[in-house]
Nanobody, 115 residues
């Protein structure tokens, strides 16, 4: 079992920055890929960014050049640095981890970007 806890969401003006963190506990040593998804009201959950255990990254086109994902394998933590935020980035952001082929999810953290 892996337990994920996100932090760092909040309210920010357009153009501002936020940093999300997600700490894994439990059987975190089994985790391979980690990532961030988001879900806006009335929308499907979508991938924002992902990172492999070796550090290979993947980003949604909408966030390329603005968001940066990173991880600390020793701490079992993944981060999402979000710069130049836009109102359309407003959503609940969820941390995701894949451990032994099984997906784990955090409880989500709200990010609201005002115009």
């Amino acid at each position: 079992q892996v337990h994920l806890v996100e932090s760092g969401g909040g309210l920010v003006q357009a153009g501002g920055s936020l940093r999300l963190s997600c700490a894994a506990s439990g059987s975190s040593f089994t985790i391979n890929g980690m990532g961030w998804y988001r879900q806006a009201p009335g929308q499907q959950r979508e991938l924002v960014a992902s990172i492999s255990r070796g550090g290979n990254t993947n980003y949604a086109d909408s966030v390329k050049g603005r968001f940066t994902i990173s991880r600390d394998n020793v701490k079992g933590t993944v981060y999402l640095q979000m710069n130049s935020l836009k109102p359309e980035d407003t959503a609940v952001y969820y941390c995701n981890a894949i451990g032994l082929g099984y997906p784990y999810w955090g409880q989500g953290t709200q990010v609201t970007v005002s115009s």
